[in-house]
């Protein structure tokens, strides 16, 4: 589909849910409402391809930034996750996500195809291409191996079967059919079954978000030590990758325990994405941290603004804070030292 069909489709959808949702009941009856959008939805999006429904995604909420600020932008913030366009953390995001991998991975691998294996990787030091195209593999057949064996204790990469090729060349093939192989997998599973993670949500719901992520830093490692620049980023599924490193954080010892000695207790941390409509507060104390989605009513004690990728490698240090795609104000200090005790 065109990017000029889809924006003329995304101000039609926005401009009727909000026309729904602003009508009084004497003048449409809220079930007859229900009954029209539920039958546009799925009219409109069934056959879209995950890309498109990105895409979507992404300029629906091109529509809502351009309305003033106030409830009619915020509703129009709403219009995506309504109509199931994101894959946050409610319900089963596991086919957006199973495609997003794959979409990522073969990304990656045509970099790695490309470009010489001995090229250092400046987001990963010590490591080149060769050894980030290695770790992606490692983490997409040991991300397999829990979600099938529904392993309940930590399992190694080293005892999972890697089947490693035997040299740099068939890199990018071991790494597309690695992600085919986790995807068939991920989409066939229970997604409320218990498995062993390594962060807040031990079920394989986990899964496919977490190895989306993973791949898709890695993917933006590799497109900045190849081009010097990444390629595009969602908007949408990078704003949730913010959510989901945060949610993981507090389980990951690297970051809680320096976290637990930073002894800013009651301070405020803003992050806010141009592009996604997303803005998270993280009010530190207790040994650690607490955070939500929009602005809590606080005043934030620092704040960055870039949009949703930056700011997720951002918090992954693939990009220094003193970017100029970064806009701050407060207390710079506090979001040196946010970054400095979760570096992993």
């Known amino acids: 589909m065109s990017e000029a069909l889809l924006s003329a489709l995304a101000e039609a959808l926005a401009g009727l849910v909000t026309a729904v949702e602003d009508s009084d009941e004497d003048v449409l009856d809220p079930d007859t409402a229900v009954r029209w959008l539920e039958s546009t939805g799925h009219t409109l999006l069934s056959g879209l391809t995950a890309a498109d429904r990105r895409t979507l995604d992404g300029l629906l909420r091109a529509v809502a930034l351009r309305a003033p600020e106030g409830p009619r932008r915020d509703g129009l913030l709403r219009v995506s996750g309504g109509l199931g366009l994101t894959f946050g953390p409610t319900g089963d995001p596991r086919a957006a996500a199973c495609d997003a991998v794959l979409e990522h991975t073969r990304r990656l691998a045509a970099v790695v195809r490309d470009a010489a294996p001995a090229i250092p990787v400046p987001g990963c030091p010590d490591w080149t291409l ?138 405020v941390l803003r992050l806010t994405a141009r592009d996604a409509g997303a803005v998270w507060t993280l009010v530190l104390g207790g040994g650690g941290f607490t955070w939500t989605r929009g602005s809590g009513g606080v005043e934030p004690t620092a704040a960055v603004e870039a949009d949703a990728g930056e700011l997720l490698l951002l918090l992954h240090r693939r990009y220094g804070a003193d970017d100029p795609c970064f806009a701050h104000t407060g207390d710079r200090g506090l979001l040196d030292d946010w970054l400095a005790a979760t570096a992993l």
């Open 130 to 267: 060769a050894d980030l195209a290695r770790h992606v593999g490692t983490v997409h057949r040991w991300a397999e191996h829990l979600v099938r064996t529904r392993s309940a204790t930590r399992v190694l990469a080293e005892d999972v079967p890697l089947d490693p090729p035997a040299g740099p060349a068939a890199y990018a093939d071991w790494l597309v059919a690695g992600a085919e192989r986790f995807a068939a997998t991920a989409r066939d599973a229970d997604p409320g079954a218990p498995v062993w993670s390594p962060g807040a949500d031990p079920h394989v719901r986990h899964y496919p978000r977490h190895v989306l992520f993973e791949t898709l830093v890695h993917l933006a490692d590799a497109e900045l030590a190849v081009d010097g620049k990444t390629g595009p980023l969602d908007p949408a599924t990078a704003a949730d990758a913010v959510d989901h490193f945060l949610t993981d954080a507090p389980y990951i010892a690297r970051i809680a325990e320096p976290l637990s000695r930073l002894g800013r207790d009651g301070t």
